[in-house]
Nanobody, 120 residues
Framework: QVQLVESGGGLVQAGGSLRLSCAAS????????MGWYRQAPGKQRELVAS???????NYLESVKGRFTISRDNAKNAVYLQMNSLKPEDTAVYYC??????????????WGQGTQVTVSS
């Protein structure tokens, strides 16, 4: 079993910054794509940013230029640096990872979520 543990959420004023961290632990042979999703009240969960094991990143259009995703493969960790935060960025942010486990099987895992609140 693999666990994703997130940290770094909180309350920040508009224009401020936060850095989210997520570390995977358990039986892990390697991790393919890691990413961050978010879900605001009454809205569907959406992909904010993702990064492949080779470092190729993909971003939601509305966060381009403000958010940066990065990962540390040695630590099985992914990070999301969020700058110039806006009230519309308020949501629960979830870490996600595609993990190669036992018997050569690929599993998808979610973190428990961390709240990000941006005040105006």
């Amino acid at each position: 079993q693999v666990q994703l543990v997130e940290s770094g959420g909180g309350l920040v004023q508009a224009g401020g910054s936060l850095r989210l961290s997520c570390a995977a632990s358990g039986i892990i042979f390697s991790i393919n794509t890691m990413g961050w999703y978010r879900q605001a009240p009454g809205k569907q969960r959406e992909l904010v940013a993702s990064v492949t094991s080779g470092g190729m990143a993909n971003y939601l259009e509305s966060v381009k230029g403000r958010f940066t995703i990065s990962r540390d493969n040695a630590k099985n960790a992914v990070y999301l640096q969020m700058n110039s935060l806006k009230p519309e960025d308020t949501a629960v942010y979830y870490c996600n990872a595609d993990v190669w486990g036992v018997q050569g099987r690929l599993f998808n895992y979610w973190g428990q979520g961390t709240q990000v609140t941006v005040s105006s």
